[in-house]
C-alpha cells in the first residue's frame, strides 16, 4: 500500500514525496485505494452480462454519499493497512481525511437513503446502477452570518473528484420543446415523432459504489449537462461575445444546482428541465443496454426493475411510453403493460407541495410529446374507473393526472402510481396514511399497488465508520457477527444487565462527546462541557419538523433556570443543526431564531453553564458522522402523520442515544424493537392530529392555559432575543397563536413534560446507560441490507446472496 501510494504521488500527482501537500497525499492515497476496486467492478459488469440476471436501476434527483475514502477502504478491508501506510509515511491521517470535501450530490434524508440502498445493493450482490445529477456546486453551502443562512456555492469539484471516470463515449441527446409530426405507418398505425426545438446532452460519469467486504461493485452514473455545441462561432465574430455562449450557459445551467428555488417560473422550469434530463438520459441508458443484450425490448420487465426515489423522477412514466412508442414502434396496450411492469415509485411524503405539480402550459411547452402521452393515460384512467360501481365525480377528480382547481397542472405524484408495478411508502405508518389521504381513490382503484418498505441505513457508515470505538467494543463483547448481520446486535442485549459493560459503553459515548465538543469550540468559539447531556435536534429545517417546539422549551427552561437558580437542574447542550431551503422565508427565520437564543443563553452568567445552545452550520454527512455518536438525546418530534419515516431516529438509536419522539414515521416501529421504557413518546396520534384540525383548533387559548409557554411568547414578542430588531420574532408568535398548523402549541405541554422526565432518567447514570445499550441491541432491524432484501423479494424479483 505505501509502495502504491508513492506511485501515485509521483506518477499520477506529480509530486516528490518531500515536497508533497496534505491534499497531494489525498489525491495519491484516494487513487491507490481506487486501484483496489477496479478489477471487483469489472467483475461484477461482467458477471451481469453473462449471467443475464434481472438488473435494478434507482433513479433519484439527488444521493448524499458523503466522503468516500474511509468508506471505501473500510468496505473493501484496507482501512488499517492504508493508515499504517500513510503514519509510515509520516502523514496525519485525520488531517489529511478532513481535507476531502462531501460529495454535494444530496440535500436530507431522501439522498442519505439513497446512498445507503446503493451501498446495500452492492453488499447483497444485485446487480444495480444508480442514476442521478453530477452536480457543479449541489445544494449549497450553508454559512451563518449574524445569525441568518446564507448559501454559497458548495465547490466540491475544484480539485477534480478522484472517484469518477467520466465515460465521454456514453452521451445522449436530451431534447425540449419544439413540436410533434403524426404520420400512419405501413400498417395504418398512427406514429408519432417528436422534433425537440433544443437538444443538450448528457455526459456519463460513473462512480463504483463498494459493498461490505467488497462482494460487489455497482456503478452511479450521474449526468453532467453540456451543450450540442460550445458556442456559436458566426456570433462570437460579430461581437456578441456573451451571446455566443447563451445556449452552453443554458444547458450547463441543468447540472449547476440541486434543487434551485422553483418560487419564478424560471425556476419552476430549470426544476423541470433537470428532472427530464436525468430520467430521459437514464431511461435511454438502460434501454440500450437491455437491447444491446438481450434483443428484444418486449423482455424489460423480466430483466430491468426501476425504481423511483420520489415523484422527481416521475416523468419517467411518459418517457419510457414514448421510447416504446415512438422508437420502439410497439402499440399503446403492450406499451403500457411493459411500463407498468418495469416502473416502481417510492413515495416519501404525504406533503402536497413535495409530490409535485407542474403547470400543463409549462409542460406543453418543454414537453409536447409527454403531455400527449399524459392526456392518453388520463384518458384510459378516467375511462377505467367509471367502470366502477362506486365511480363518482369526487373520485374522478381525485385520481386525475390533470388538477383542475389549482391554475390546472400535472399531478406527478398521480403520474407515478399508475403508471408503476408498486408503490411503496416507507413506514408502516406512512403506507397506511397514503391509503386513506393523498392516494385514497387510486388506492381503491387499484387495491393491491400500494406496500410499505420502511426505510434502512447502512452499518457500514453510521456505526462501523462513524463510531469506532463501539464497534470494536461490540466486537469485544459479542464477536464479528454484526458487521455481516445487524440484527446481530441483538447479543448485546443481555449485557445491558452488566454494569461493567455499562460503564465501558459510556466511556465510549463521553469519548465522542469530547470529540464533539472540541468541533464545537473549534467552529463556534463556545465551550460545552461533555458530561451535559448533549440534546441533539439536526435535520433539514422546516415548520413540520418542528424545530419551534424545541426552541420555545428551551427558553421555558431558560426562564426556570433563572427563576429558580437553587434547584438541581440537569446541565444541558441543546445542539442544533439543518438547511433551510433558500426560498422558505420562515426555515431561515427559525435558523435566526436559534442563533438569537444562544448568544443570550450562552452569555448568561445566571445559567452557570447549565443550558448551552449551539446552531452548527452547513450540516452534511461528515458533520452528522461526529454528531450522531455524540448524541445521548435524539429529538424526532414532527407533527404525527407528516414525517413519512425518518431515518435520523435509526442512526441516533444505533450508536446508543435515547429518542424523544411523537408517533410519527418509523418512530413508532422504533418504539416496537427497542421497547416502552426506552423511548420518550408524547403528544397527539396522527389520528388526533387530523381530529384536532377538523374540529378547529384554537391555539391561543392553549398558549394562556400554560404559564412556561405565554412567557415565552411574550419575551419573543417583546424582543428578549432580538434587542437589535424587537419585533424581528413576532410573525413567529403570531402564526402560532393564531394558526399553527403543525400543532406546536397542542403538544407543549406532552413535550415539556417528557423533557422533564428525560432529565429526571439523566440522575442515574446506570439506568440511563441499560437505555441507551439496549437502544443499540434492538437497532438491528432497521439496517438497509433488511429493507434492501425487502425490496427484492416482494418489488423487484431479484435474487440476493
Known amino acids: 500500500m505505501r509502495a502504491a501510494i508513492f506511485a501515485k504521488l509521483t506518477y499520477a500527482v506529480g509530486k516528490d514525496p518531500a515536497g508533497a501537500k496534505l491534499h497531494d497525499w489525498l489525491r495519491a492515497t484516494s487513487l491507490a485505494v481506487r486501484d483496489h476496486i477496479v478489477d471487483r467492478w469489472i467483475a461484477s459488469v461482467r458477471e451481469a452480462y453473462i449471467t443475464g440476471r434481472k438488473r435494478v436501476y434507482y433513479l433519484s434527483l439527488d444521493f448524499m454519499i458523503g466522503r468516500q475514502l474511509r468508506d471505501v477502504s473500510s468496505n473493501l478491508l484496507l482501512d488499517g493497512v492504508m493508515r499504517e501506510a500513510l503514519i509510515e509515511a509520516g502523514v496525519d491521517y485525520h488531517a489529511m481525511a478532513e481535507l476531502e470535501p462531501d460529495a454535494a450530490l444530496g440535500n436530507g434524508g431522501l439522498g442519505r437513503l439513497a446512498a445507503c440502498y446503493m451501498e446495500s445493493m452492492a453488499t447483497l450482490g444485485i446487480a444495480a446502477h444508480g442514476y442521478g445529477i453530477r452536480y457543479d456546486h449541489g445544494l449549497f ?5 449574524d445569525g441568518w443562512q446564507t448559501e454559497l456555492p458548495e465547490d466540491w469539484l475544484a480539485f477534480g473528484n478522484p472517484w469518477e471516470f467520466e465515460r465521454r463515449e456514453v452521451a445522449y441527446e436530451i431534447g425540449f420543446g419544439g413540436t ?32 461490505w467486504r467488497g462482494a460487489r461493485v455497482n456503478t452511479l452514473r450521474l449526468w453532467r449537462a453540456r451543450a450540442a455545441d460550445p458556442m456559436q462561432l458566426e456570433t462570437f465574430n460579430r461581437g456578441d461575445h456573451i451571446g455566443a455562449v447563451a445556449d452552453r450557459t443554458r444547458a450547463e445551467s441543468i447540472s449547476r444546482v440541486l434543487y434551485p428555488s422553483d418560487s419564478t417560473q424560471a425556476g419552476q422550469e430549470l426544476r423541470l428541465r433537470q428532472e427530464f434530463f436525468f430520467t430521459a438520459a437514464s431511461l435511454q441508458d438502460l434501454v440500450r443496454r437491455h437491447v444491446q443484450q438481450f434483443g428484444d ?51 416519501h411524503t404525504l406533503l402536497p407541495e413535495a409530490l409535485e405539480m407542474w403547470p400543463v402550459s409549462l409542460m406543453e411547452r418543454l414537453l409536447p410529446r409527454h403531455m400527449q402521452i399524459i392526456y392518453a393515460i388520463n384518458a384510459k384512467l378516467i375511462a377505467e374507473a367509471r ?64 406496500t410499505n418498505k420502511t426505510n434502512g441505513i447502512t452499518p457500514r457508515r453510521w456505526l462501523m465508520q462513524a463510531n469506532p470505538d463501539l464497534t470494536r467494543l461490540v466486537r469485544e463483547t459479542v464477536g464479528d457477527a454484526p458487521l455481516d448481520d445487524l440484527e446481530k446486535l441483538s447479543l448485546l442485549a443481555p449485557h445491558a444487565k452488566d454494569a461493567a459493560f455499562r460503564e465501558r459503553f459510556m466511556r465510549v459515548k463521553h469519548a465522542n462527546k469530547e470529540r464533539l465538543a472540541a468541533l464545537i469550540l473549534d467552529r463556534l468559539g463556545v465551550r460545552v462541557d461533555p458530561t451535559a447531556l448533549f440534546d441533539v435536534h439536526v435535520k433539514r429545517i422546516h415548520e413540520y419538523k418542528r424545530q419551534l417546539l424545541n426552541i420555545l422549551e428551551t ?8 427563576a429558580q437558580p437553587s434547584v438541581d437542574w440537569v446541565p444541558r447542550v441543546k445542539i442544533f443543526a439543518g438547511k433551510a431551503a433558500p426560498s422558505y422565508t420562515t426555515a431561515k427565520y427559525i435558523i435566526k431564531l436559534v442563533n438569537d437564543l444562544a448568544r443570550v443563553v450562552n452569555s448568561d452568567p445566571a445559567t452557570r453553564g447549565l443550558l448551552k445552545v449551539v446552531f452548527l452550520p452547513n450540516y452534511n454527512v461528515s458533520l452528522a458522522e461526529v454528531i450522531i455518536p455524540a448524541a445521548d438525546l435524539s429529538e424526532q418530534i414532527s407533527t404525527a402523520g407528516m414525517e413519512a419515516s425518518g431515518t435520523g431516529n435509526m442512526k441516533f438509536a444505533l450508536n446508543g442515544a435515547l429518542t424523544i419522539g411523537t408517533l410519527d414515521g418509523a418512530n413508532i416501529e422504533l418504539k416496537e424493537h427497542v421497547g416502552d421504557d426506552n423511548i420518550f413518546i408524547f403528544g397527539l396520534t396522527a389520528e388526533e392530529v387530523e381530529a384536532t384540525r377538523r374540529q378547529g383548533y384554537n391555539p391561543g387559548e392553549t398558549v394562556s392555559r400554560i404559564p412556561a409557554l405565554s412567557a415565552a411568547f411574550e419575551s419573543l414578542y417583546a424582543g428578549v432575543y432580538s434587542p437589535d430588531d424587537p419585533s424581528r420574532h413576532r410573525g413567529t408568535v403570531d402564526a402560532l397563536r393564531n394558526h399553527d398548523y403543525f400543532l406546536v402549541t397542542a403538544d407543549f405541554a406532552a413535550y415539556a413534560e417528557a423533557q422533564r422526565k428525560i432529565a429526571g432518567l439523566w440522575r442515574d447514570p446506570m439506568e440511563w446507560a441499560r437505555k441507551a445499550v439496549l437502544n443499540t441491541a434492538h437497532s438491528g432491524w432497521f439496517s438497509s441490507d433488511r429493507a434492501i432484501r425487502q425490496y427484492s423479494e416482494e418489488i423487484w424479483n431479484v435474487p440476493t446472496r
Open 180 to 211: 410533434v409530426d403524426a404520420s400512419e405507418a405501413w400498417d395504418g398505425a398512427v406514429r408519432h415523432t417528436w422534433r425537440p426545438a433544443e437538444r443538450v446532452l448528457a455526459i456519463a460519469y460513473d462512480t463504483p459504489i463498494v459493498g
Open 555 to 562: 427558553i421555558a427552561l431558560y426562564d426556570a433556570i433563572r
Open 387 to 450: 367502470k366502477r360501481p362506486d365511480c363518482n365525480d369526487s373520485m374522478l377528480a381525485a385520481i386525475s393526472l390533470i388538477d383542475e382547481w389549482h391554475g390546472r397542472g400535472v399531478r406527478m405524484g398521480n403520474l407515478a402510481f399508475v403508471g408503476s408495478h408498486k408503490v411503496n411508502g416507507v413506514s408502516a405508518l406512512h403506507s397506511g396514511l397514503m391509503k386513506k389521504t393523498v392516494f385514497r381513490d387510486l388506492a381503491a382503484l387499484y387495491p393491491d399497488r400500494i
Open 297 to 347: 425490448i418486449r423482455s424489460l420487465p423480466d430483466k430491468a426493475a426501476i425504481q423511483l426515489n420520489d415523484t422527481h423522477p416521475a416523468i419517467a412514466v411518459a418517457e419510457l411510453m414514448r421510447i416504446l412508442l415512438d422508437v420502439h414502434a410497439l402499440g399503446w396496450e403492450e406499451a403500457w403493460s411493459i411500463t407498468r411492469g418495469t416502473i416502481n415509485y417510492t413515495n
Open 141 to 145: 453551502r450553508q454559512k451563518i452570518a
